[in-house]
């Protein structure tokens, strides 16, 4: 239990006891500020802890962001600080220096405020979190009192709180059709003791069960499916947004919700391939469903390099960038400018109502060319953005990228003796090590002129990431490049086999690497760091699985490739699924602080 100190003169018929206890806290009573510094030193190390002034005048809500979100080490509002157990010494220091040095220049000699502004002096990073049109004030006398209480009567909170528990920027379908009464299911589990990771586990096992509608292969299983997939999505929104409404984050809950998203839509493309084999005119998509996964894979990575590559980088201005925010302050194009970009909400909505009036193959067909024009849109602006920026990216930048290429051992090798002085053609070297494993494959199929081709790969990826740091303007493009080159290359060598199975299992295989490349893009964002080498080389690194499932479908027989890509794909999936667990499981028993990433825009 988090324990409350309050401080200051009490005020008769204050609700504030009331409301700390409501939250959660065991509440103490300081009789002066020498009183609360023990108080405090009495609270135990691994409890959170706050200094709340007794004459506090506020909603509720405000109460609840300022004290109670556990993505925040420290955090304060106007009359109120906490410290979760990471930042207890600072606070500690804080408040002995304060009654050290007694009150200061300030409208109300509030202890807690005093603290906040000690905490500012020595450079902690102390969170305030946005109250808009809630209160929170430390009255300084009866009227100023009175006229706080009107204040906080004249704001409905809980209409704030369930505002606030909607994302600021959503796409348009979840924003207009979704998000209107997802809100109350919030409330309502909420209200009921549920969690936003057991909501999570709910949306993915509706996600599943639809996927089984659409692996039937009939139209009732069709139908049942486009709905289920849609309510699956409601349930999607309800947990993010059950998370803000209670303020109930974790890093656990951000990587299910992460990896749930990923695990539900490949899994529904599954599905639909299923459906077709089985249906009546027994068609397979299964190139289609294994190209759409690979193409919103590589979409999504385009996004996380981007981002990365930008996100601290100095300097950081371009024409492009700024002709997008005055868009963003039209009306009709911010609309149109997240609905071409097929975000989940509109693409889960488009695959579900065709999934039920339509067929597989024309679903597939209807992904593939909204999600190509849609990476088409958003490659090309990220491109001109970066040309005309004049940005200087960290190093920290640097590493992120390195990291999202997944070079094994082989580029380790070869690295050395790629370094040196010379132009900066990274994404070239990249790019054209892609073209040309993919264009062998396509054109030779499975024979050892590709794997002289993944051969020639290897080369050019350890040419684009030993040179040089990637920090160039286009660096960012290496790793999609990397993910295009290797999941394309499964792809096509799976479709020249020209066998039963072979698509499937080449399916598997890409699930499995890309679930091992979602997995490092959210251990970044967590700043948690890369995987652990051990890792990358137990599972050889792009350019090694390249090269291991070139030479495979050169020495194979076509029935013995597929089998390997199977054996191979579970391999890559047990390694990387013990791993991921093992650290994100660990990482939420350990108390790591709480993130909540957005994510992809719903």
């Known amino acids: 239990m988090s324990t409350a100190?309050?401080?200051?003169?009490p005020v008769p018929g204050s609700s504030i006891e009331g409301d700390l206890r409501s939250l959660?806290?065991?509440?103490?009573?300081?009789?002066?500020?020498?009183?609360?510094?023990?108080?405090?030193?009495?609270?135990?190390?691994d409890r959170r802890v706050a200094l709340v002034d007794a004459r506090f005048v506020g909603h509720p809500h405000a109460l609840r962001l300022g004290l109670t979100d556990p993505r925040f080490d420290l955090a304060a509002i106007p009359g109120a600080v906490t410290a979760k157990p990471a930042a207890r010494q600072a606070l500690s220091r804080a408040v002995v220096r304060e009654n050290s040095a007694g009150g200061g220049a300030v409208a109300v000699d509030s202890l807690a405020d005093r603290v906040v502004t000690a905490l500012d002096a020595d450079g902690a990073d102390v969170r305030r979190p946005d109250l808009g049109s809630l209160v929170a004030v430390v009255p300084a006398d009866p009227q100023a009192r009175n006229e706080a209480r009107q204040a906080v009567a004249a704001v409905d909170d809980e209409a704030v709180r369930l505002k606030s528990a909607v994302k600021a920027r959503d796409g348009f379908f979840t924003t207009f059709f979704i998000s209107p009464y997802s809100r109350y299911i919030a409330r309502w589990c909420a209200r009921r003791g549920l969690t936003p990771n057991q909501v999570t586990t709910a949306s993915l096992l509706t996600a599943?069960?639809?996927?089984?509608?659409?692996?039937?292969?009939?139209?009732?299983?069709?139908?049942?499916?486009?709905?289920?997939?849609?309510?699956?999505?409601?349930?999607?929104c309800t947990d993010g947004q059950l998370a803000?409404?209670?303020?109930?984050?974790?890093?656990?809950?951000?990587?299910?919700?992460?990896?749930?998203?990923?695990?539900?839509?490949?899994?529904?493309?599954?599905?639909?391939?299923?459906?077709?084999?089985?249906?009546?005119?027994?068609?397979?998509?299964w190139a289609l469903a294994l190209g759409a996964m690979i193409l919103q894979t590589c979409r999504h990575v385009v996004d996380f390099s981007f981002n990365e590559a930008n996100h601290d980088a100095t300097a950081n201005t371009s024409p492009t960038a700024a002709l997008s925010g005055k868009l963003d302050s039209v009306g009709w194009t911010v609309w149109l400018r997240r609905m071409i970009v097929l975000p989940i909400g509109e693409r889960w909505a488009m695959i579900a109502v065709l999934t039920a009036a339509t067929t597989p193959r024309i679903t597939f067909y209807a992904l593939l060319i909204g999600c190509a024009f849609a990476a088409t849109y958003t490659t090309a602006g990220r491109v001109l953005r970066s040309l005309t920026r004049k940005a200087k990216r960290t190093d920290r930048a640097a590493e992120a990228l390195a990291d999202l290429a997944d070079t094994g051992p082989l580029v380790e090798a070869?690295?050395?003796?790629?370094?040196?002085?010379?132009?900066?053609?990274?994404?070239?070297?990249?790019?054209g090590g892609a073209a040309l494993v993919l264009l062998a494959a396509w054109a030779w199929g499975p024979s050892w002129w590709v794997?002289?081709?993944?051969?020639?790969?290897?080369?050019?990826?350890?040419?684009?990431?030993?040179r040089r740091p990637l920090k160039g303007a286009l660096?960012?493009?290496?790793?999609?490049?990397?993910?295009?080159?290797?999941?394309?290359?499964?792809?096509?060598l799976a479709a020249k086999a020209d066998v039963n199975g072979a698509?499937?299992?080449?399916?598997?295989?890409?699930?499995?690497?890309?679930?091992?490349?979602?997995?490092?893009?959210?251990?970044?964002?967590?700043?948690?760091?890369?995987?652990?080498?051990?890792?990358?080389?137990?599972?050889g690194g792009q350019e090694g699985r390249i090269l291991l499932v070139a030479v495979l479908s050169a020495l194979l027989t076509a029935s013995q490739f597929t089998v390997a890509l199977a054996v191979l794909a579970v391999a890559v999936a047990l390694v990387v699924l013990f791993e991921s667990i093992r650290f994100w499981v660990a990482a939420h028993k350990r108390g790591a602080s709480a993130v909540h990433d957005e994510g992809e825009t719903a």
């Open 503 to 539: 698509l499937p299992a080449a399916f598997g295989l890409v699930a499995a690497v890309a679930y091992h490349h979602y997995d490092t893009v959210y251990r970044i964002r967590g700043d948690a760091g890369a995987p652990p080498a051990w890792l990358v080389r137990a599972v």
């Open 475 to 492: 660096d960012w493009l290496v790793p999609p490049l990397f993910r295009a080159a290797e999941y394309g290359t499964v792809l096509v």
């Open 24 to 45: 959660g806290f065991d509440v103490r009573v300081a009789a002066d500020p020498a009183d609360a510094e023990t108080l405090l030193a009495q609270v135990p190390g």
């Open 244 to 285: 803000r409404y209670s303020l109930q984050y974790s890093t656990l809950g951000a990587w299910l919700d992460a990896t749930f998203d990923r695990a539900k839509e490949y899994a529904y493309y599954a599905g639909l391939a299923l459906g077709a084999a089985r249906g009546g005119g027994h068609d397979d998509v």
């Open 451 to 466: 794997v002289l081709a993944a051969g020639a790969y290897v080369l050019l990826a350890a040419e684009a990431v030993a």
């Open 414 to 431: 070869l690295a050395p003796l790629m370094r040196g002085k010379g132009p900066h053609i990274a994404p070239l070297s990249a790019a």
């Open 5 to 9: 100190i309050l401080t200051g003169q």
């Open 208 to 236: 599943l069960i639809a996927a089984g509608c659409a692996a039937t292969g009939t139209r009732g299983g069709f139908i049942a499916a486009g709905v289920l997939l849609i309510a699956s999505f409601v349930l999607d």
